[in-house]
């Protein structure tokens, strides 16, 4: 048995006994229990937190996390389903009185990232990704929130019989998007058929924001997050010596003409009054410092709120290329891929439920927040069901933390007893209503 397998039973039926003694009180309304199951679960669900952070896996590549994650629910009497997206496992809590189903989420991939923080679960793991070397860390704080719904799995199992209706739990790997060449995350999830059997009537999830406080949330009703598109730009040129570069067609300048002028895009083309980001992010080319070489690769992302303005962006930056290289003597190719929608949340949804989470943490601790430029594949999921998706705050008063995906990136422990109370509540409150 792997020390994995081990340690994690010894946890897991820990977690559940505690979970099942503690909401076995007579006479005790689900809510009262929700809050003294937390009490007691906390110290073991912040030690699972603890050993997803220090073994992180990339995306694609969540095995460990995945069989922790199947032996925790197993071990609460869910119902399991494994290799769904390759590594995604989803739980099934089955309750004891007729209702709607309602479903969960959370990703449980990490990011090539070296982890720079002062934790005593610091991640010091490295694997290779993209053909080079890279460390591996939890940087958005997909180990918080796999961690907070393992917690609402312990919190809602032993209430089973209690429950008008069922709880789906989703585990989702590669929420980061697949390794090149690979297919994975919130889409081929669905692809596989992860709502053909169980169709949810409303879904939760939460992320982790380094820019607010333990014990808030955020909330934003409609487009909360930004769609996420991708773009590839081959600049071919005619190789030569660096010293002779007249006889050159010189695909380094064309790269760095092409990264002024993308970002016209968004100052002459879009409107000041529609978010958009355009950033390259990858620059490739050349191999000696002698050497003009013959074709240089540019790679980045484009968020943006409106379908609309993801054709004019597309549009727009094969015009660009086209005058760079042609001006230039050389060529260009561009795949632009439309990856991720805009997540939206569902209106009504969320003001149906905001008093759940206002009542839970106190109306001074729940912010309606700006939509965020990042994207989350959760809006695939969004796209099929009505959805609340929130953001839980994760800085420890008092403390700084690096933005997400960045080495410093820093999620205090705190946050994950509030994650476990507001998402147990709101699906307690949905399924009672």
Not at 43 to 72: C, D, F, K, M, Y
Not at 93 to 114: E, F, I, N, Q
Not at 400 to 417: C, E, N, R, V, Y
Request: glycine share 8%; charged share 20%; proline share 7%.
């Amino acid at each position: 048995m792997s020390i994995l397998r081990t340690w994690s039973w010894r946890a897991v039926l820990l977690v559940a006994t505690i979970a099942i003694s503690t909401g076995s009180a007579a006479g005790q309304a689900p809510a009262a229990r929700v809050e003294e199951a937390v009490a007691a679960l906390t110290p073991r669900i912040v030690e699972i937190r603890h050993w997803i952070h220090q073994n992180p896996e990339l995306s694609n590549r969540e095995v460990q996390t995945a069989e922790l994650v199947a032996g925790h629910l197993k071990a609460l009497g869910i119902e399991v389903r494994t290799g769904i997206a390759r590594t995604g496992v989803v739980g099934f809590l089955k309750g004891g009185r007729p209702g709607p189903v309602v479903a969960l989420r959370a990703d449980m991939d990490a990011l090539p990232v070296v982890e720079e923080t002062s934790l005593p679960f610091k991640s010091t793991v490295r694997t290779t990704y993209n053909g080079q070397e890279v460390g591996v860390m939890h940087a958005c704080g997909h180990d918080v929130h796999t961690a907070v719904m393992l917690g609402v799995a312990s919190v809602l199992a032993p209430l089973r019989d209690e429950l008008p209706g069922s709880v789906l739990f989703i585990f989702q790997p590669a929420e980061e998007g697949p390794p090149p060449g690979e297919e994975g995350g919130a889409a081929l999830m669905l692809a596989e058929g992860l709502f053909r059997d169980v169709r949810p009537s409303a879904l939760f999830g939460l992320h982790s924001d380094a820019e607010m406080p333990v014990g808030q949330v955020g909330y934003t009703p409609g487009a909360t997050n930004a769609s996420n598109d991708n773009f590839v730009i081959t600049l071919t040129g005619k190789q030569a010596h660096a010293a002779w570069p007249h006889l050159a067609v010189d695909p380094i300048v064309m790269a760095s003409q092409a990264v002024l002028a993308l970002q016209t895009i968004r100052s002459r083309n879009l409107s000041p009054f529609a978010p958009s980001v355009i950033t390259v992010a990858q620059i490739h080319g050349g191999l000696r410092d002698n050497i003009i070489p013959p074709e240089v690769k540019l790679s980045g992302t484009v968020r943006l709120f409106d379908p609309a303005a993801q054709d004019e962006v597309e549009r727009r930056m094969r015009e660009i290329l086209d005058g760079i290289a042609k001006a230039a003597g050389g060529s260009f190719q561009l795949e632009y891929k439309r990856k991720v929608p805009v997540l939206r949340n569902d209106p009504e949804l969320v003001r149906r439920m905001l008093p759940t989470v206002e009542r839970t943490l106190g109306l001074e601790q729940v912010k309606q927040i700006p939509p965020a430029m990042a994207s989350d594949d959760f809006g695939f999921f969004a796209a099929e069901v009505p959805a609340f998706f929130f953001h839980l705050g994760t800085v420890k008063p008092g403390t700084k933390s690096g933005s997400a995906h960045t080495a410093t990136f820093l999620a205090d422990d705190g946050a994950i007893p509030v994650g476990i109370r507001v998402t147990s509540h709101l699906v307690l409150d949905y399924l009672q209503r």
